[in-house]
């Protein structure tokens, strides 16, 4: 009923840039906090940067000043602007969002499918 779909992920050259899209569709009354995720093989889900309906962010260690989250409320859509990217930036990358909607309508957490980005020359 809710789904999150990502794209944008891909392979880029160190130093290039990507930008990921995440767009949430189904049945939703409202979308709070909205986010990126990043994950290794074998490590946990860490968070990239988060966003709240009015646009204040959170971001986190790793990619702060590099990276810029934004969202377009009307078409309940997430952004991450990747730059400068490095090698270890290479993660699948998943997007999530706190959304009242469903049925019967609750609020939840919904992550997306996640998309692969590779830095590698």
């Known amino acids: 009923q809710v789904q999150l779909v990502e794209s944008g992920g891909g392979l880029v050259q160190p130093g290039g840039s990507l930008r990921l899209s995440c767009a949430a569709s189904?049945?939703?009354?409202?979308?709070?906090?909205m986010g990126w995720y990043y994950q290794t093989p074998g490590k946990q889900r860490e968070l990239v940067a988060r966003?709240?309906?009015?646009?204040?962010?959170n971001y986190g260690d790793s990619m702060k000043g590099r990276f810029t989250i934004s969202r377009d409320n009307g078409k309940n859509t997430v952004y991450l602007q990747m730059n400068s990217l490095k090698p270890e930036d290479t993660a699948v990358y998943y997007c999530?969002?706190?959304?009242?909607?469903?049925?019967?309508?609750?609020?939840?957490?919904?992550w997306g499918q996640g998309t692969q980005v590779t830095v590698s020359s």
């Open positions: 189904g049945s939703i009354l409202r979308i709070d906090d």
């Open positions: 966003i709240t309906a009015e646009g204040g962010i």
């Open positions: 999530n969002a706190d959304i009242l909607g469903g049925l019967p309508v609750n609020m939840h957490t919904y």
